[in-house]
Structure formats: C-alpha cells, structure tokens
C-alpha cells in the first residue's frame, strides 16, 4: 500500500480524473460520493431535528424486514443523485423490489448499480458505525431490456465499494487497477485520497461471526469456530456488514455470515453485500467465499437473493472452508 499523506492528498474528483482507467466510471464513482456525504450530513444530526433519521417508517421491504427512515432516505439520495450520472442505465437497491431503469444503451447507459443503501440499520439509534454498499456492473443489454443487467455473477463487477459511518467517514474503491481509500474531510466536504493500493493482511487470528447462532450452524462451522477458541483467536463483531468487512480489509481476519438450520441461504444479499464485499477482499489480495465456492462465481436467479459469505484474508478464509468441506 501506498500511504498517500506522505505525497499531496488529492480530492477523490481529481483523483479519479487522473486515473485514464477509469472513463466515465468517475462520475459513477463521484454520484456514490455526492450521496455519501450526504447521507453522513444525515446520520451525524441524528435526535437533532424534527422529524430526524432515527425510527421506522412503518413499512417492511422487499427482503421482508423493517424499514428505517435512514434505509428509505438513503436509497433516495443514492438514486437521485445517480439519476444525474448520464452514464447510469439502471438502479437496483435492497430497499426497491425491482430496478429503475434511467436510460438504455443506446442514450448511453453503460452501467448498472446495485446497492444496499443503508446497511447496519438496527445500529443507527445507538450511533454505531453504518455504511453504504455499491457494486457497479456493465450494461450490455439490449434497450428494451435495460432492468435485465443487474443480473450478473459478481465476477462482471467494473466497480465496487462502500462508505463507512464510522468515527470518521470512509470510502473505499475497488476497481480493476486495486483498492484505493479516501476520508471525508469534515472542513473541505470532500473525500481525500489517503492510501492506494490496499493489500490487506494475508492472515490473522481474527474472527467476526455472530457466534449466540452457535447451535444453529452447520457442524463443520461449529467445528472451525472450537479450532479458533482453541488456537488463539480473537473475535470483533460489529453488527455492521461495512464496519466489520472494514476492520477485517484493513487488520486482517475473516468476517462470516454463514447458512443457518433457519436461513440455509444465510441473511446477507448476494447482489447488493456478497459480491461487492468479496470484489473489495479480492480485489485487496483477500478472498470470498460461500463455502462451496467463490461467491464472485455465483450465478444469480433473483435480484434479492441470499449468499453464505465467508470474507476476509485468503489464510483465514481457506481455515474457515477447510473445516466446512
Ligand atoms: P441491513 O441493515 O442492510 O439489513 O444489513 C444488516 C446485516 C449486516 O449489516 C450485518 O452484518 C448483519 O445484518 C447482522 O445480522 P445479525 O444481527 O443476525 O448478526
Ligand atoms: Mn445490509
Ligand atoms: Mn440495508
């Protein structure tokens, strides 16, 4: 990794516009971060205002869960602010049951974005890190079926990331080129480069599983996890899929949210935190898996359907997967 403080810290815009890589992936990169900024404006005013973030909007989404304000006002602020990308076709969100197509490939949508626009938001009352995910697939489809492109293995992926609520406000890129991670400075309200390159740590006796569903994992799980309690390891569980994947790209570890007996499929979304989470870990020399394979190389049927994720250092995940095999 390349620590940027030792050079000038160039703003994420300028940054991006230097990359000759990335065309206009830039300004699909700067939507996602016009919205962060956004939505941390939000969140850090949270109990401040009238009729502030914190509380449930009264309705259940699509993945048959309640919705916060922050989860409806997030997915709003990401698609109003990808509505002015002239190069986004179409939108599809955790919170949203189908995608909203914003322009064919024929007006020159050349991408399709996918994100899960608030997650952590059991947290977000308790001012505990949150995050906003998003994976960037080509848009290949004919005009006419435009929604079709967010149907893509993870392997499609151009671009993906997420920004972090955390103590300070992080976002982090991955593209083909590696990870790249920027802070939001508070004075400038804008994202600074601060390290290029991110390799992550390729071992680490480090776990983050929500371990109280002990009795309801697999027996080659429970198996791993006596493996760690007996070899050392240490466990950090945030509750927050971006707070926890963070943790683990930058110190190392393995974050799992494996199958249960109640939820064979496990509970995080393939297409909006499975597959942009294990592109960051691969991206940044780590790995992804499902427990039966790369969770890059899964196929989807549904837009909202569930994935096994087992993320983290390549060492760390492949101790996970041998215990499960
Ligand atoms: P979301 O808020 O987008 O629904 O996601 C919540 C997810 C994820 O952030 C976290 O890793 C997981 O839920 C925690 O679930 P448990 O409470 O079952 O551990
Ligand atoms: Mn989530
Ligand atoms: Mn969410």
């Not at 230097?18 to 005013?45: N, S």
């Not at 982090?172 to 939001?184: E, K, N, P, Q």
């Not at 429970?222 to 899929?241: C, D, E, K, T, V």
Request: aromatic fraction near 6%; proline fraction near 5%; charge should be negative.
């Amino acid at each position: 990794m390349t620590d940027a403080k030792s050079q000038p810290q160039p703003p994420l815009g300028t940054h991006l516009r230097e990359r000759r890589d990335l065309g206009p992936l830039a300004d699909v990169v700067e939507a996602i971060a016009t919205a962060g900024r956004g939505i941390a404006a939000r969140i850090q005013r949270a109990r401040l205002d009238d009729g502030d973030v914190i509380g449930e909007v009264g309705a259940i989404n699509v993945q048959g869960e309640i919705q916060q304000k922050l989860d409806v006002l997030s997915d709003e602020l990401v698609l109003a602010s990808l509505q002015g990308c002239r190069s986004v076709a179409v939108y599809a969100s955790e919170e949203q049951e189908e995608p909203v197509v914003l322009r064919p490939r024929s007006e020159g949508g050349m991408y399709a974005v996918l994100s899960d626009p608030l997650d952590g938001s059991s947290n977000i009352d308790v001012a505990v890190s949150v995050g906003t995910i998003f994976s960037v697939l080509p848009n290949d489809a004919p005009d006419d079926q435009t929604a079709s492109a967010v149907l893509q293995a993870g392997s499609a992926q151009v671009a993906a990331g997420y920004v972090l609520y955390g103590s300070s406000v992080v976002l982090v890129l991955a593209t083909a080129a590696g990870v790249d991670m920027y802070v939001l400075d508070p004075d400038r309200d804008e994202f600074m480069l601060v390290a290029e390159g991110l390799a992550m740590p390729t071992s680490k006796k480090l776990y983050a599983i929500n371990e109280a569903y002990f009795e309801e994992f697999e027996p080659g799980l429970q198996a791993y996890l006596r493996y760690a309690h007996g070899n050392g390891y240490g466990l950090r569980y945030i509750g927050s899929m971006v707070a926890d994947v963070h943790r683990t790209l930058l110190k190392g570890g393995v974050f799992v949210y494996p199958s249960t007996r109640k939820a064979p499929e496990g509970k995080l979304r393939l297409m909006y935190e499975g597959n942009p989470m294990a592109y960051v870990m691969v991206q940044a020399g780590g790995a992804g898996e499902t427990g039966v394979g790369a969770i890059l190389d899964v196929v989807p049927k549904a837009l909202h359907e569930r994935v096994p994720v087992i993320v983290g250092s390549s060492e760390e995940v492949a101790q996970v997967t041998r215990h499960l095999a």
